[in-house]
Nanobody, 122 residues
Framework: QVQLVESGGGLVQAGGSLRLSCAAS????????MGWFRQAPGKEREFVAV????????YYAGSVKGRFNITRDNAKSTAYLQMNSLKPEDTAVYYC???????????????WGRGTQVTVSS
């Protein structure tokens, strides 16, 4: 079992920045790829970014590429999502997830956090 807890969400003005954290406990964190997903009200959950187990591979959704940066610190069992130049359309609940593959497919991920709310005001 892997337990994931997100933090760092909040209210920010458009153009601002936030840094989300995902703290993991349980089985070996470094064995898992870590993904970030988001779900806005009335919309389906969507892929945001993923980082491979070593940190050597990263992939982003087109809507956030160039603005968001995913990293991880295996020594701290924590993944991060640095979000810059935030837009109102980035407003959503953000979830981190752990899985065995570096993929945008949410069904592949085995473990999920409960999410953290990000609200971007215009």
């Amino acid at each position: 079992q892997v337990q994931l807890v997100e933090s760092g969400g909040g209210l920010v003005q458009a153009g601002g920045s936030l840094r989300l954290s995902c703290a993991a406990s349980g089985r070996t964190f470094s064995s898992y790829a870590m993904g970030w997903f988001r779900q806005a009200p009335g919309k389906e959950r969507e892929f945001v970014a993923v980082i491979g187990w070593s940190g050597g591979s990263t992939y982003y959704a087109g809507s956030v590429k160039g603005r968001f940066n995913i990293t991880r610190d295996n020594a701290k069992s924590t993944a991060y999502l640095q979000m810059n130049s935030l837009k109102p359309e980035d407003t959503a609940v953000y979830y981190c997830a752990a899985g065995r593959a570096t993929t945008s497919n949410a069904r592949v991920y085995e473990y999920w956090g409960r999410g953290t709310q990000v609200t971007v005001s215009s």
